[in-house]
């Protein structure tokens, strides 16, 4: 016996909506929650900083920033190991701008034993650094500040390197 398409597709209709344990009003009567119907919870101390941050670092003089890590045996080598992760493959190890990546650069990256970078206060070479200049990509967002100043510690360590 042949049957219609449209009594079949009515027959399977009704038998899905009118099954025993099919209960489809309850969408209709749950609870809703509107937004900011109810109170925040407080916001925690020091989450949001008000003050510092990149854009108050472009607007200050990089001569007048200072150096806030001391000069130690541990913040040598802090700047030693934040080194070896984000520089040295441009500038190389002995940071003479032969590294594995920075002899494809015309011209080679900066020796940073050099006089020419070595004559710059901490606060100029950190704002390079951190805001980048020439080829030199800004590392602000991929370098923690604590790190960027222990390297500057570890650049000072390489004066010795000759040009």
Not at 46 to 58: H, M, S
Not at 66 to 85: D, E
Not at 102 to 115: E, K, R
């Amino acid at each position: 016996m042949r049957v219609g398409i449209y009594p079949a597709i009515f027959s399977f209709w009704a038998a899905i909506l009118f099954s025993p344990g099919c209960d489809y009003g309850r969408m209709s009567d749950q609870e809703s929650i509107r937004p900011y119907e109810t109170r925040l919870p407080p916001m925690p101390e020091g989450p949001i900083p008000r003050e510092g941050g990149i854009e108050t670092l472009r607007a200050s003089r990089p001569d007048a920033l200072r150096n806030p890590l001391p000069s130690t045996a541990s913040s040598l080598n802090q700047g030693k190991q934040a080194y070896g992760h984000y520089c040295i493959m441009c500038h190389g190890p002995r940071g003479d701008g032969n590294g594995t990546v920075g002899q494809s650069f015309a011209p080679l990256p900066s020796n940073l034993g050099a006089s020419s970078v070595q004559g710059q206060s901490d606060g100029e070479l950190f704002y390079k650094i951190s805001l980048g200049f020439g080829r030199h990509p800004p590392l602000a967002d991929t370098v923690s500040e604590g790190d960027r100043w222990a390297v500057i510690h570890y650049l000072r360590s390489l004066r010795k390197v000759k040009p």
